[in-house]
């Protein structure tokens, strides 16, 4: 992997005109744990988790798989199925906010802390999360719909969700192991589990595991340590296999593990815990599978929001190609491309789908993904460069855009054609309080704002390689994602 030296980088975003070369990753070997693990806290923000759940959840579990001697291969599948479990939890966010008419983080998280086997703790749920600021008729309205659904429709929510994330497992050509354990990550020893009712030893192993190391970590992280292992023993025999809550508790008198845990940096205590002899360095090939399989993340999000990852990627390769960069230099920023957004995911769905234009409160929730993107890429080593480009997609040139207020001076042209790239694919798709804009349309308006907002180069390149292409909307995708999420079970 050929990748710029931190001197390079530098100059690639200091400079002023289109660089025909250059890399935003700077790197020539890094391993895919480290991504994973960076990557995994825009999965913990999407399900309303405080950063580092999937990490501390894939420690406790690779503590237990110690603790069973389980052999290399295995160890190596845990690994990845721990840190990428909620792969596909943004698949059911929005069906989640339109179905209790609440934040989708608050009710996914305050899920992981209900017993919803037990009808009373259920209901209590159900009531203090459907509609909580609306009106007493919302919340009932809201509270029978729910009711109405029952348990087919979370076994919905939990089959969409398990499905998508072994789909994108195996997307990342990780282990079968992994993606089954993804599959089975809701199903519980007695068989009262979802989606499928596996009851036993018709769970995988791995998926076991990651049930109980996954509720472990959010009640030690809610509550500390002792509660959150009587919860284990409360559920051995009904959630969880009594041989695996046996051996967790076995673990119990290993202090130091346990204060490391809570304590420590869990990017060197995962290092520590990575199956050496399995581990696996990301290749160019791999650095592709993981900014795509990221963007089916981001772009699951929401309806209106979906394939727009995809699209401005394209088009940024598209403003790349009138310049003719490099071909390494357009992976890169098609990289940048596809996870521009991830940040997003800490956006609410209650704010994203919104019916009506959000509330000033709300944009200022908005504006805040581009940081959250920034802050998640920056913590792999190699991708200081991309960090910044992907976080500054929302900078103009006058120095009125965020999330750092950067003006002409201080923005790189790659950003400047990312930039140009994410609005025109956006102003080009349907948002729920407005329609999607002609070509012409856009052209118009951004040539205004050109010099001010967006670069004019940057500008005119799209114009050009749109002419030489045949873009199709996305407006019946985003419409068709809308009707299934409004669509009965």
Known sequence: MACCTRSEESVLLAHDGPPTSGRLIAATEIRFSEIISALSVALDITQGHPQGHCMRTALIGMRLAEELKLPAADRAALFYALLLKDLGCSSNAAKVTYLFGADDHRVKRSARLTNWTKPGASLKYCWNNCAPRGGTIEKLLKFAA???????????????????????????????????????????????????????????????????????????????????????????????????????????????FWQRLVGGNLFEELRRVEPEDTALLADEACLDRVAEAFAKVVDAKSPWT????????????????????????????????????????????????????????????????????????????????????????????????????????????????????????????????????????????????????????????????????AVESRVEAQLREVDRVLAEW
Request: contains cysteine.
């Open 146 to 256: 729910v009711a109405r659904h029952g348990k087919s429709g979370a076994i919905k929510l939990t089959e969409i969700r398990c499905q998508r994330g072994a789909e994108i497992a195996r997307l990342l050509q990780l282990p079968e192991a992994t993606a089954r354990a993804i599959l089975d990550l809701e199903e519980h020893w007695d068989g009262r589990g979802m989606p499928q009712g596996l009851k036993g030893q018709e769970i995988s192993l791995l998926g076991r595991i990651a049930n109980l190391t996954q509720t472990v970590e959010v009640f030690l992280t809610e509550y500390g340590l002792e509660p959150a292992l009587e919860v284990a023993r409360q559920r051995r025999g009904q959630w969880f296999d009594p041989q695996l809550v046996d051996a967790l508790l076995a673990c119990k008198p290993d202090a130091s």
């Open 306 to 469: 979906y394939e727009h990852s995809t699209r401005v990627a394209e088009f940024t390769v598209g403003i790349a190609e009138q310049f003719g960069c490099s071909p390494e230099l357009e992976r890169d920023m098609r990289r940048a491309a596809l996870l521009h957004d991830i940040g997003k995911l800490g956006v609410s769905n209650i704010i994203l789908d919104k019916p009506g234009r959000p509330t000033e409160e709300e944009f200022e929730q908005i504006r805040k993904h581009p940081e959250y993107s920034q802050r998640i890429l920056s913590q792999v080593d190699a991708f200081g460069a991309l960090a910044e480009v992907a976080g500054g997609h929302h900078e103009r040139l006058d120095g009125r855009g965020y999330h750092r207020r950067l003006d002409a001076s201080q923005i790189p042209w790659v950003t400047r054609a990312l930039t140009v790239a994410d609005v025109c694919e956006a102003m080009s798709a349907r948002r729920p309080y407005r329609e999607a804009l002609e070509w012409e349309q856009i052209q118009k308006i951004l040539m205004r704002d050109a010099g001010r907002g967006v670069d004019l180069e940057c500008l005119r390149a799209i114009g050009r390689w749109h002419d030489r292409h």
